[in-house]
């Protein structure tokens, strides 16, 4: 990857490009297909011609405001914001001190997660710190590989490894994965972004998997190497399971705590999305970790799961695509729920 031709900033500082923007929070309808200017390339940074952008709930939580957080919690950006992280696509430019990529290389990124920064996704130009970066899988395409950043990442920091020292803001202690060889694993909404890689990952290590999901889901579950499938919709696996290793929760919330009573003492729950949750003395009482993480950007991990996806350990299942002009669609089909895998936006060449 040494950069042998040094291009630079091969698009002119004001010209501009398409962009999904909002000028206000709300739903779907504030999103708007427009002309934005392209961000000046920083130091450190690669610009991307975007081909496709993967959907996250954290798109349709900052297009509404963060509404279900105290105030204090609520982001303060400055309008218009662009949306998104994952993005999936093709060096265009670099800034002066870029070593390991080139202009022409295809890539992918979760960028600027946690964080916020002018350049997001929902555009035809993204720019990427080099550190969020990561050659893209070469056998699997742009739709597909937009699919994996954030998902994947969330499965693979909760389950192998978190990757960073940065403070935990949803707990005092930093998370720490468990061991999954030989283990029995519940995934409570296994067929959506986060829940079918992290069935992946599950299998991949050796583990039995109990997937719960609605009852479209399970062919694919089942294909993807679920053991058994609990329908949620007709079955509480809560009132059914019992010596669980290991729940990991991807709808979370204030119910996760009714699994707590499937796990073995020693075992873990680990809710993806853990506010609300309220029952750590019933937890300890049980002698049961509880334990989340919030997803970070990092290049170095998407390298490696790069290799996963190129040998296809991990499939990357697509939900639904739009072109990057119907942004407002695709956030009217994730709100209708029962998510497939994942929701992609597509970006004409
Ligand atoms: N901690 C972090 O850093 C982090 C990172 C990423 C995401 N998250 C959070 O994790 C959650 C999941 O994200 P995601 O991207 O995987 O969302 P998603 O793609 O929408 O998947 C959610 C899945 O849950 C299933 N589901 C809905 N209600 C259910 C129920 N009552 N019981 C069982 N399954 C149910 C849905 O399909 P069916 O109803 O058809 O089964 C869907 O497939 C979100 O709340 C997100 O904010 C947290």
């Given amino acids: ?48 011609k975007v ?15 963060y509404k279900m957080l105290p105030p204090e919690w609520q982001p303060k ?47 035809e130009y993204v720019n990427v710190p080099v550190s969020e970066l990561a050659l893209k899988p070469a056998g699997i395409d742009h ?32 998370h720490v994965p468990v061991p999954l060889e030989g283990k029995t694993i519940m995934i409570n909404g296994a067929g959506g972004g986060v829940g079918h890689f992290a069935l992946q990952i599950a299998k991949w290590k050796g583990a039995k998997v109990i997937a719960v999901a609605s009852g479209r889901q399970e062919e694919l579950l089942r294909e993807l ?12 696996a809560d009132e059914i399971l019992k010596d669980i290793d290991l729940v990991i929760d991807t709808v979370g919330g204030a119910n996760t705590g009714r699994f707590l009573k499937i796990l073995k003492p020693g075992g873990s729950l680990f809710p993806i999305f853990p506010l609300g949750f309220s029952d750590r003395d019933e937890a300890e009482k049980l002698g049961v970790n509880v334990s989340a993480t919030q997803v970070r950007s ?14 296809e350990i991990i499939r990357i299942v697509i939900d639904s695509t739009f072109p990057l002009a119907q942004a407002r669609q695709a956030h ?10 994942k929701i992609v936006l597509t970006v004409d060449q």
Avoid: C
């Fill in 143 to 174: 739709v597909h590989t937009a699919g994996a950043p954030m998902s994947l990442l969330t499965a693979w920091q909760f389950m192998i490894e978190v990757g960073h020292d940065e403070p935990n803001p949803l707990q005092p202690n930093k």
């Fill in 51 to 65: 081909h496709a952008i993967g959907l996250n709930p954290p798109d349709w939580y900052l297009r509404e405001g």
């Fill in 77 to 123: 950006v400055p309008f218009p914001i662009i949306l998104g992280t994952d993005i999936s696509g093709v060096i265009e430019s670099v800034a002066d001190d870029i070593e390991d990529f080139s202009v022409g290389d295809e890539v992918y990124s979760m960028v600027r997660f946690p964080s916020y920064g002018p350049s997001r996704a929902y555009a």
């Fill in 225 to 236: 190497g679920a053991d058994e499938f609990i329908d949620y919709t007709k079955t509480n």
């Fill in 298 to 311: 990092d290049g170095k991990q998407l390298s490696e799961l790069a290799a996963l996806l190129d040998q």
């Fill in 1 to 48: 990857m040494q950069q042998s031709n040094k291009i630079k900033n091969m698009v002119e500082k004001d010209k501009t490009m398409k962009a999904v923007r909002q000028h206000e929070f709300g739903g779907p309808e504030v999103l708007v297909y427009e002309d934005a200017p392209i961000p000046e390339l920083n130091k450190g940074e690669v610009r991307v």
């Fill in 332 to 341: 009217e089909r994730a709100a209708l729920g029962h998510i497939q895998g």
